[in-house]
Each structure stands twice: as structure tokens, then as C-alpha cells.
């Protein structure tokens, strides 16, 4: 619940800051998308975007890409929690063999292992 306001208490704000923001730069840029030929030479202008929409994109790329390294940066972890729910899940198993064995009328689900071991 309190992550929920605090959400809300940053992210209204920061709403209210991009779309004051895009109103405020309405104008347009010249984008050239050759890096190599200087601005003062090059024939044509290049395309006309309004400013807001360069700071957007490349804000939204930005996060893309930090979104993909992070992404690749955390399959180390993933793949070893991967490994230790299935272990988690073979030890359950092994424990269920040895209730049935020892007469235990109590049966636990994979369920119960994982909460035991908060995996879930």
C-alpha cells in the first residue's frame, strides 16, 4: 500500500514535469542523421522534429538498452535460482518418497517447499 502512494506521490509529479516540458519546446530542430558532413555544408537541413520528441526518443532508447544490460547482467542470477528451485523441488520430492516409506500420513506439496525455502 505504501508503495503504491509513494508511486503515485513521484510519479504524478514527474507526469505533470514531461508534458509541462513537452508544451515549453514545441519548436522545431533540425535532426541530420550523417554525422560526417558538417551542419554549415550539408545540403539539406535535415528533419524537422519538434524537440520534445529527440528528448523522448532518445530518453526511451536510453532506457531500452539499460533495460537489455541489466537484463543480461542478472542471467548469472537467474540461471542459479533456477538451479536451486529445482533442487528445491528434488529434495520435496525425496522427502515425499521418505514420508510414504516411513508411514507419515502428512503430504506436502512443492508449494510448501518453496515457501519454506522463500522462493516464492
Not at 99 to 119: K, P, Q, W
Request: hydrophobic share 50%; aromatic share 8%.
Amino acid at each position: 500500500m505504501v508503495n503504491k502512494i509513494v508511486g503515485w506521490l513521484v510519479l504524478v509529479p514527474l507526469c505533470a514535469l514531461l508534458i509541462a516540458f513537452a508544451l515549453a519546446n514545441r519548436h522545431l530542430v533540425s535532426v541530420n542523421l550523417n554525422p560526417f558532413v558538417p551542419v554549415l555544408e550539408s545540403d539539406a537541413a535535415g528533419y524537422g522534429v519538434p524537440l520534445f520528441v529527440v528528448l523522448y526518443v532518445v530518453l526511451l532508447i536510453g532506457v531500452l538498452l539499460g533495460g537489455i544490460a541489466s537484463w543480461f547482467a542478472q542471467g548469472p542470477h537467474r540461471r542459479s535460482e533456477k538451479h536451486w528451485r529445482r533442487e528445491a523441488q528434488h529434495l520435496g520430492q525425496e522427502l515425499e518418497t521418505q514420508r510414504r516409506r516411513n508411514g507419515e500420513a502428512r503430504a506436502t506439496t512443492h508449494g510448501d517447499v518453496d515457501d519454506l525455502l522463500e522462493l516464492r
